[in-house]
Nanobody, 124 residues
Framework: QVQLEESGGGLVQAGGSLGLSCAASGGTFSTYAMGWFRQAPGKEREFVAVISRSGLSTFYADSVKGRFTISRDNAKNTMYLQMNTLKPEDTAVYFC?????????????????WGQGTQVTVSS
């Protein structure tokens, strides 16, 4: 079983940048596809980005494509999300998640392990 811990959230002005990290422990990190999801107040949790086990494949939600970059370092058991050109609508709690599925899973149901989340607030 893998444990996940997000870090790097905070408050940033619109147009700014922020980087999130997700540190994994207790499992073999390279055997999991890893994803980022977010949940804004009063809204359902939504998919943001996913990266395959090897890191060679990625997929993004249309709302963040071209602005966010997902990456991973299997040697450090860590996944990252670089967020640029942030908008107020990016404000949410961001969760990292691990999936045993091959490829780039995108549904909440395909992810087994979840972090506690980190708050990202973008002011206008």
């Amino acid at each position: 079983q893998v444990q996940l811990e997000e870090s790097g959230g905070g408050l940033v002005q619109a147009g700014g940048s922020l980087g999130l990290s997700c540190a994994a422990s207790g499992g073999t990190f390279s055997t999991y596809a890893m994803g980022w999801f977010r949940q804004a107040p009063g809204k359902e949790r939504e998919f943001v980005a996913v990266i395959s086990r090897s890191g060679l494949s990625t997929f993004y939600a249309d709302s963040v494509k071209g602005r966010f970059t997902i990456s991973r370092d299997n040697a450090k058991n860590t996944m990252y999300l670089q967020m640029n050109t942030l908008k107020p609508e990016d404000t949410a709690v961001y969760f990292c998640a691990a999936s045993l599925r091959f490829g780039v899973p995108k549904s909440n149901r395909e992810f087994t392990y979840w972090g506690q989340g980190t708050q990202v607030t973008v002011s206008s």
